[in-house]
């Protein structure tokens, strides 16, 4: 399993992976998910536009309004460049929602790669990735149903300081890590 998390490498999308991002997205669909977590709107948008989006939202010179400036990366495993999940990395917190509930991290994998231990695995690449924009603590706000999410955030070091119901009337833990 060890072996298996080191295969994982964040990479920024491009138009090479369009195929591979589409049939992760119809994944998610199919499992009954219309909300991909960390996907910074792949789930809403075709995919040259959610580029132009992420691309966008990369610089505080080009963010769109309402957003606030992010990296976002596909999760590939190197030995057979499957994407494994996504991570939105967001440089700061302000925005209402993520001040409130979306925090700096948010991150999905895959259904059909869950409980392999990926997330953690992810999660800690994306702490690295905070580390170098010079964050010293992060937000992540999992919903209270996700357990799998909790628990991964836990495991990398993750303290919940608080519940609150969110805007859509379902229970949100709030968690910082300190980096």
């Known amino acids: 399993m060890e072996s298996q998390m080191k295969e994982l490498e964040l990479v920024r999308p491009t138009k090479h992976h369009r195929d ?3 049939e992760l997205k119809q994944e998610f669909f199919q499992n009954g998910e219309t ?9 809403q948008l075709d995919y040259d536009a959610w580029l132009d989006h992420i691309r966008c939202n990369g610089s505080s010179d080009t963010v769109k309004p309402g957003w606030v400036p992010a990296d976002s990366f596909f999760a590939l495993r190197k030995r057979d460049g499957r994407i494994i999940g996504m991570i939105d990395i967001r440089h700061n917190l302000d925005n209402e929602f993520l001040a409130n509930y979306g925090g700096h991290i948010g991150y999905a994998v895959r259904p059909g790669e869950r409980g392999k231990g990926y997330a953690a695995h992810m ?3 994306a702490l690295d990735q905070a580390r170098r924009l010079g964050l010293s603590k992060v937000m992540l ?11 991964t955030i836990e495991k ?6 608080e519940t609150k119901a969110c ?3 379902r229970t949100m833990h709030i968690f910082w ?3």
């Open 20 to 22: 591979f991002a589409e």
């Open 35 to 43: 909300v991909i977590h960390g996907s910074a709107l792949l789930d």
């Open 123 to 125: 999660l800690r690449m």
């Open 141 to 151: 706000g999992c919903n209270a149903d996700n357990i799998a999410s909790m628990k």
């Open 156 to 161: 990398c070091g993750g303290v919940r300081t």
């Open 167 to 169: 805007d859509d009337g």
């Open 177 to 179: 890590i300190e980096l």
